[in-house]
């Protein structure tokens, strides 16, 4: 019973360095986000997914971009690092958005961008 | 606009002692609300959620939240704290008006000494 599964777990880049932190749910969850943490301003969302196909941004997109072919996938890629994308980027998944459910959260990824 | 606030960015209680985290929100209609908790290193788990109905909750660990509209509020308890309850605690809301995105609080660090 896997649940959210993130990778990798620690990535270093450097400034202008693209790369695709990748996310994956076993429980066929309609809805998925991505969210950043930060010291003093807990998570913010970045995008997120109500389903197969269907994309749209959240609080802070800016540098970021998704997609989501499939139910279970829903990669988040880095086009262009800079040092403000240093954080720990967590993936989260529930039934869907709008009935009686919980985020089942991954580990979290720690990005620091040199 | 949506928001949470969680007004204390640092608490320290005693093993045994009561613990009761704040959480207010702004929102224009009912609000879906959770508390969510952060080990160091981890991800974040569920610890209760209010949808509808009954405005006391009850979660995992003991814990408990009180729905309060006139106040804006959904307050964590706890009535004796256990020294594997130091985490991060956040709380977050959603609902119809958000736009499929759920808001979280900047988190309350709980440390508990023996």
């Not at chain 1, 086009?79 to 709008?98: G, I, R």
């Not at chain 2, 204390?8 to 959480?23: K, P, Y």
């Amino acid at each position: 019973n896997a649940g959210v599964t993130q990778t990798p777990k620690f990535q270093v880049l450097k400034t202008g360095q693209s790369m695709t932190l990748q996310c994956a749910q076993d429980m066929n969850h309609e809805y998925m986000s991505w969210y950043r943490q930060d010291p003093g301003m807990g998570l913010r969302l970045i995008h997120y997914s109500v389903g197969a196909g269907i994309t749209d941004q959240g609080e802070v997109p800016n540098g970021y971009n998704v997609s989501r072919s499939t139910t279970e996938d829903f990669p988040l890629r880095l086009l262009s690092a800079a040092p403000s994308q240093t954080s720990v980027y967590f993936c989260a998944s529930s039934q869907n958005y709008w009935t009686n459910t919980e985020a089942f959260f991954g580990q979290g990824t720690r990005l620091t961008v040199v | 606009a949506q928001s949470v606030t969680q007004p204390d960015i640092h608490i320290t209680v005693s093993e045994g002692a009561s613990l009761e985290l704040r959480c207010n929100y702004s929102y224009g209609a009912t609000p879906y609300l959770f508390w969510y908790v952060q080990s160091p290193g981890q991800g974040l788990q569920l610890l209760l959620k209010y949808f509808s109905g009954d405005t006391l909750v009850q979660g995992i660990k003991g814990f408990e939240a009180e729905f309060k509209r006139s106040q804006s509020s959904f307050n964590l308890r706890k009535p004796s704290v256990h020294w594997s309850d130091a985490a991060e605690y956040f709380c977050a809301v959603g609902g119809t008006n958000t736009g499929n995105q759920f808001y979280f609080g900047t988190g309350t660090s709980l440390t508990v000494i023996p």
